[in-house]
């Protein structure tokens, strides 16, 4: 059974404290990892999409990385505009293709 | 500009009652989906369409119902036999079913409370 597992659940940071979220999956034939950012109340909005171990994309102070069990989201110096909920979905060769979605990692960063 | 528009954006519904939450996009996307989302849980999916007339049950489709009779509306019915409804619910839209490049669209959620 695919399986996406989050952590931490939670993390607080000092504006400009570097830090990563992990992704761990379980998925059959892996055709794509996503990245999203959501703030509260509303939708989950589109970061990253990884496809390969080794992989990497970056977008402002966020860079994804992927290796054959997991996915990192690094993130540099980070703002207090950076704080949400970010969440990992896997698209695999089962569940007719459908996105599988972690709990995801509210963030949370002081100025 | 295209997107989804969930409608409306907050819901009360009371004991046996049964409710629908509206789910539109102008993206031309085939592929609609409707998630559950709970506090401390990842979205969950109820059901899901890949092309107009066609719709299957995701993981937690008991006490719900959808429609798919036009390219641009999903809509969702929260049925009376759903005993835990309040929660915050998601569309979302894909070019196609199966392989995204992009992830999916989302739009902007309808937040269901039962009183």
């Known amino acids: 059974e695919d399986q996406v597992t989050q952590s931490p659940e939670a993390l607080r940071l000092q504006e400009g404290e570097s830090s990563s979220l992990n992704c761990s999956y379980t998925?059959?034939?892996?055709?794509?990892l996503f990245w999203y950012r959501q703030d509260p109340g509303k939708g989950p909005e589109f970061l990253f999409t990884?496809?390969?171990a080794g992989e990497e994309k970056e977008k402002e102070r966020l860079k994804a990385t992927l290796t054959k069990k997991e996915s990192f989201l690094h993130i540099t110096a980070p703002k207090p505009e950076d704080s949400a909920t970010y969440l990992c979905?896997?698209?695999?060769?089962?569940?007719?293709?459908?996105?599988?979605f972690g709990k995801g990692t509210k963030l949370s960063v002081k100025p | 500009d295209g997107g989804i528009t969930q409608s409306p954006k907050y819901l009360f519904r009371k004991e046996g009652q049964n409710v629908t939450l509206s789910c539109e996009q102008n993206?031309?996307?085939?592929?609609m989906y409707w998630y559950r989302q709970d506090p401390g849980q990842g979205l969950r999916l109820i059901y899901y369409?890949?092309?107009?007339?066609?719709?299957q049950k995701g993981d937690i489709a008991e006490g719900y119902s959808v429609s798919r009779e036009k390219k641009e509306s999903f809509p969702l019915t929260v049925t009376s036999a759903q005993k835990n409804p309040t929660a915050f619910y998601l569309c979302?839209?894909?070019?196609?079913?199966?392989?995204?490049?992009?992830?999916?669209?989302f739009g902007s959620g309808t937040r269901l409370t039962v009183v």
């Open positions: 979905a896997v698209q695999g060769g089962g569940s007719q293709g459908n996105l599988i």
């Open positions: 998925v059959s034939g892996l055709r794509g």
């Open positions: 990884l496809y390969s």
């Open positions: 993206l031309n996307h085939d592929a």
């Open positions: 369409s890949q092309i107009v007339n066609d719709f």
């Open positions: 979302a839209s894909n070019p196609r079913a199966g392989l995204t490049n992009y992830g999916y669209t």
